[in-house]
């Protein structure tokens, strides 16, 4: 706790920052659905042949994983891109099941005598909406709401993963890193914040009856006040980024978060202009996505990765062979890769130390022979990719006898160590690879090609600065596969701060 505490203490104006940009995801998509989601049920609890199909759309979009969503919006012109943009629109969709529910069951509840009452008086039916059914539904729209609010806080924490910001970046962090702390950095506040949130809105449900038409204005002016904010805050994002500023996007590993810093910083330093970081995307696929559409400018990938994973060609051992042909496919899709910076992250097969030392395990192939009694543990990418698990098991013969447990790549490497899986597929660079006594077997049979780390950016933003190339350029072939075990060993087991480690790096290379 004392950690947690001084970790706050130091970080409070990024925590501010981060807590401000959760409220107002949360605060602005949460509102938009109650000015979609009330409507839409007052239409189906008027027209029940439309609450049938309506709340089948809105049911199927709520069973849709968040991560999910987020991956689907990315290419979508207008709504999708990385940021709060996307995130907007997820939490938004997600917000409509609870609330049309409730206002169909609201209006649905009220007594008919109290409808023929209101008709007898001469109401009109927009009246009759207004000044009795609304009023006598509303703590039930509440209820709806509180419960869309707070799942709204929950799915928040996972739109860090498209770079929307948010107490999410913490937990992400603290994933990459192993850091109990940093992860409890953002959890803690997302779950105080859920508490307050439906503290809040209880109070409200409560105190409606009594203050019903002075509430009703507090809301719509809150709603009003919320969505400029959040049109505020795009439009000074959008400002950010038409003004100059170069975006850097990374994967969600300690490894990609250093490179993400060492890109960064290195243009900071090297040129005049500002830079965006959106670190923490997520997969291959959301950094390859973002790259294609604009959202981010530069981002670090593998030879190999982006060989099979992001233009599906057959695996290629050669390393000139494999940049040659991945630099023709980036250049046809308008994007330009940079020399390699100079190491090679091959997957790893790695065994505890323990278990090499005592079995004599030096190669996959020795591992093989052990497959049938062992559990294996991979990343969610390994499993499906054409140079991952599949093909693996195929060219050594592994044979566990049940299928791999698909986990968080980089808590893989603690469940190795504590011995709840037998083998893993880490990173060559990994600095848990030292810091846990873990053991990376030879792939004897060369089956995996090679991963040369190197620069990809958008060909349209170097040539518009051309001083970025040179700056990036002066990276290439000085950061060896030492130095680069080093800096993650500094983040994952010294728990050191990202930056401070990229600018120490950058300081030696003078």
Avoid at 385 to 391: A, C, I, K, T, V
Wanted: with cysteine; glycine share 10%; aromatic share 6%.
């Amino acid at each position: 706790m004392t950690r947690l505490i001084a970790f706050w203490l130091g970080h409070r104006s990024e925590l501010a920052a981060l807590l401000g940009q959760h409220v107002l995801l949360v605060a602005g998509s949460t509102f938009v659905s109650v000015a979609l989601g009330v409507p839409l049920g007052i239409l189906a609890a008027r027209r029940p042949r439309l609450a049938a199909p309506l709340m089948a759309i809105t049911s199927i979009v709520q069973t849709i994983p968040s991560l999910a969503m987020f991956g689907f919006l990315l290419p979508v012109p207008l709504v999708g891109g990385v940021g709060a943009r996307a995130a907007l629109v997820v939490l938004i969709l997600y917000g409509l099941l609870p609330i049309v529910r409730t206002t169909i069951a609201g209006l649905r509840g009220i007594d008919p005598a109290i409808r023929e009452a209101g008709v007898a008086m001469g109401m009109t039916a927009r009246e009759l909406l207004r000044q009795v059914e609304l009023p006598l539904a509303l703590p039930s729209i509440v209820a709806g709401v509180r419960v869309a609010a707070v799942v709204g806080v929950g799915s928040a924490t996972i739109a860090a993963a498209i770079g929307a910001g948010g107490l999410g970046e913490y937990i992400y962090r603290g994933l990459s890193m192993v850091d109990t702390t940093v992860i409890l950095a953002g959890a803690v506040p997302a779950a105080a914040l859920a508490l307050v949130v439906d503290g809040s809105l209880l109070w409200l449900e409560r105190q409606l009856s009594a203050r019903r038409r002075s509430r009703s204005r507090l809301m719509a002016v809150t709603m009003a006040a919320v969505i400029a904010a959040v049109v505020l805050l795009s439009s000074g994002a959008a400002a950010r980024r038409v003004g100059g500023a170069i975006v850097v996007g990374s994967k969600n590993f300690t490894e990609q978060l250093v490179l993400g810093e060492l890109l960064a910083q290195t243009i900071e330093r090297e040129t005049s202009l500002a830079v965006d970081r959106r670190l923490n995307l997520g997969g291959t696929l959301i950094c390859d996505r973002a790259l294609m559409t604009g959202d981010i400018d530069v981002y670090v990938e593998y030879t190999g990765t982006a060989l099979t994973a992001v233009f599906h060609q057959p695996i290629v051992t050669d390393a000139s062979a494999v940049f040659d042909t991945v630099r023709t496919l980036y250049a046809k899709t308008g994007r330009t890769l940079l020399p390699p910076l100079g190491f090679n992250n091959t997957f790893a097969i790695l065994v505890r130390g323990a278990d090499a030392r005592s079995r004599g395990l030096r190669t996959i192939e020795d591992a093989a022979r052990e497959s049938p009694r062992w559990r294996a543990g991979f990343g969610y990418e390994f499993v499906e990719r054409p140079d991952g698990y599949p093909g693996l098991s195929k060219i050594y013969g592994l044979r566990f006898p049940d299928a791999p447990h698909v986990m968080d790549l980089t808590l893989s490497y603690r469940a190795l160590a504590s011995g709840q899986v037998d083998l893993i597929a880490g990173d060559a660079t990994a600095g848990l690879i030292k810091g846990l006594d873990l053991v990376q077997l030879e792939d004897n049979r060369h089956y995996f090609p090679p991963y040369d780390a190197a620069a990809v950016a958008r060909a349209e933003t170097l040539l518009r600065y051309p001083q970025i190339l040179t700056a990036l350029e002066r990276l290439s072939g000085r950061v060896s596969a030492a130095d680069m075990r080093a800096m993650n060993y500094a983040a994952d087991v010294e728990h050191r701060d990202v930056a401070a480690i990229a600018r120490q790096f950058l300081a030696s290379l003078r």
